[in-house]
């Protein structure tokens, strides 16, 4: 790279001796000597410039914006060493890897302006040999003397080029032309030539390193954030920044909300508890967005500087991503077993046998029970008792699906356009499908499920109804060829007022589960609670008591639920108030941490119906 400075007079005797005679004199550089003879054989004119090659408009802007990074690091160090260029009359060119000009800076270069040099191409083929050409080639810097220039109108200058190398590759080139080669020492030019070269660099590959790493934390199906100790968030990944924005119009600020206003109770969550150095992985936590409400499973890292949480890092998925994933992965596990449902009573022990007996075959069940008698848990149970285990639990909710889409979440959609997203059948193979609430399939769909579940035996059915389905099937209203492959065993789950003595015993195994879940403190029933709720009849069963004795647990002040935190349906307490009063409403949101699910229960409702409620108080449901 670093040459001694040259005799002109000499170098340009070289040059007229293989311009004319076509004989290289031994003293040639031997990188120039090839760029000379490869200049020679393209034909190449020496007496002037030649008619550019030039990109067009839009062409050069599509390169331009690909180099958007180079051009605005060397824009910002042109301007602290834009002096140094003047004073010693130097011109610098930035061209990319096809020697396209992307840039020019500081004085004409060869008597052009920046503007007209800018989307030519100065490669071999067009110039000649010239530095540019020599530092491609040899993917190294090089100083070419006046003389050695292929064109002969630059002779009475000096060039310098430095191939700028990223991963291997040459990404762009740094030209220097010195238009007064006596004014400066050559150790100068070179010096400044590797420094920029160098820094450049390094600036491209950190970038390319940070790029990466975004892309990659852009692509997870999960909102990544760093927030400081005031709750703003310093940075959040693509799905971050959407949740956070949503709803924003075009042309409001594009700055993110701290999370003191876009989380639920922020203060008491496990982000906030992750400033006191305290991690956690995959806790619940509801956003608020605009309008919306979102339920997620976020986990919390603390950063550490010097021993001091200086921010913590968030990763937050949202719950229906996990479903979807996991769904994917075929890895849907039952979270009850049957040794999970307790009871004493005559007509409980009955239906657990006869659960326990038809879960040793691959049989479809049909179960049937008044809302709240535990379907869903005893469908748990029968797949984790099978000998499909192993494989995955797939559930569909018919009553939460819109009809129009049923068929798709069943069968899946898109296979034409080579997307295909598979169908909830699918992914249950060598597992077991949950049907809940069949009896709202539209009769055509039903029919369809029939004919594939004949042909099917990769999948076993356990569907679930609040009607007798033998009498909707009498009255045609529901598909008899549906009703024969779905009921080839039929579970009946008792109502709770039949089975009033469990009552004791369901109480005591909600508290130790809900006591495990929160990781709060055993708690107990007192007696005047305990038999406050055997006096009344639980039209809503299990569901329903459940869903009072977590009200009572919330509401204790100490480790003993007394009668005063139990409130029965109807009686004093939230009433049916809540469904008017936004403000009550609101209380019984935050008792329940925000969390969906757990207020349905503590109200009584479905979600379907508290997604009502939840939009006629304008905290309608996140999608």
Not at 244 to 267: C, I, T
Request: charge should be neutral; hydrophobic fraction near 40%; proline fraction near 5%.
């Amino acid at each position: 790279m670093i040459r001694e400075r040259r005799n002109r007079e000499k170098l340009q005797g070289y040059y007229r001796k293989f311009i004319d005679k076509g004989i290289l004199d031994p003293n040639v550089h031997p990188w120039v000597a090839e760029a000379w003879q490869r200049s020679l054989s393209l034909k190449v004119s020496t007496s002037s410039w030649p008619d550019f090659h030039r990109l067009s408009k839009d062409v050069l802007a599509e390169r331009l914006k690909a180099s958007s990074e180079a051009i605005s690091y060397l824009d910002s160090l042109y301007e602290q060493i834009r002096e140094y260029f003047i004073a010693n009359d130097l011109s610098m060119l930035l061209l990319d890897s096809d020697a396209i000009v992307l840039k020019s800076y500081a004085q004409p270069f060869y008597q052009k302006s920046p503007g007209e040099w800018t989307g030519v191409r100065l490669a071999e083929q067009d110039i000649g040999a010239s530095s540019i050409s020599v530092a491609m080639e040899q993917k190294t810097p090089f100083l070419l003397f006046g003389p050695e220039i292929w064109i002969q109108e630059c002779h009475m200058t000096d060039a310098c080029s430095a191939p700028i190398i990223v991963e291997g590759e040459v990404r762009f080139i740094i030209t220097f032309v010195v238009a007064s080669p006596e004014k400066i020492p050559l150790e100068s030019i070179v010096a400044n030539l590797l420094m920029i070269k160098h820094s450049l660099e390094k600036y491209l590959e950190a970038i390319e390193k940070i790029s990466d790493r975004q892309a990659i934390l852009d692509a997870l199906p999960m909102a990544v954030y760093q927030i400081d100790p005031e709750g703003e968030p310093l940075y959040a990944n693509r799905l971050g920044a959407e949740r956070l924005l949503k709803g924003r119009k075009p042309g409001e600020s594009r700055r993110l909300p701290n999370l003191n206003d876009a989380v639920l109770n922020y203060r008491h969550t496990h982000i906030f508890k992750g400033f006191l150095g305290v991690p956690s992985v995959n806790k619940e936590l509801t956003w608020i967005i605009g309008s919306k409400t979102y339920e997620d499973l976020a986990s919390v890292w603390p950063i550490f500087h010097h021993g001091i949480v200086k921010n913590v890092a968030v990763l937050s998925t949202p719950i229906e991503e996990l479903k979807t994933l996991e769904a994917h992965a075929s890895q849907y596990k039952a979270r009850y077993s049957l040794l999970s449902l307790v009871g004493q009573a005559s007509s409980f022990i009955a239906m657990k046998d006869k659960a326990t007996r038809a879960a040793r075959h691959l049989h479809n069940i049909l179960l049937v029970g008044e809302p709240g008698t535990g379907k869903q848990r005893l469908a748990h149970g029968i797949h984790q008792s099978g000998p499909r285990a192993a494989g995955p639990l797939i559930t569909l909710r018919c009553g939460e699906v819109p009809p129009e889409l049923l068929s798709r979440e069943l069968f899946g959609s898109g296979a034409s356009s080579g997307e295909a997203l598979p169908g909830k059948i699918a992914l249950a193979q060598g597992g077991t499908l949950f049907i809940d609430e069949v009896d709202k399939m539209p009769a055509p769909l039903g029919e369809e499920l029939a004919r594939v579940l004949r042909d099917n035996k990769k999948v076993r059915v356990i569907a679930a109804s609040d009607i007798d389905l033998r009498r909707l099937t009498a009255r045609g209203l529901f598909p008899e060829s549906l009703y024969l492959v779905i009921s080839q065993i039929m579970i009946r789950t008792p109502a709770l007022r039949n089975r009033s003595a469990d009552i004791r015993i369901l109480c005591s195994d909600m508290i130790a589960e809900l006591c495990e879940q929160h990781q709060m403190p055993p708690k107990t029933l007192s007696e005047e609670a305990r038999a406050l709720l055997t006096t009344y009849d639980w039209p809503g069963n299990i569901k329903q008591l459940q869903g009072v004795l977590e009200q009572g647990f919330f509401r204790a002040q100490s480790d003993v639920i007394g009668p005063g935190d139990v409130v029965l349906p109807g009686g004093t307490g939230w009433g049916k108030a809540w469904k008017k009063d936004r403000t009550i409403f609101m209380d019984a949101w935050k008792l329940a941490g925000g969390n969906i699910s757990r207020l349905a229960t503590n109200l009584g409702v479905s979600r379907v119906t508290l997604y009502r409620y939840l939009e006629k108080f304008g905290l309608e449901r996140g999608k």
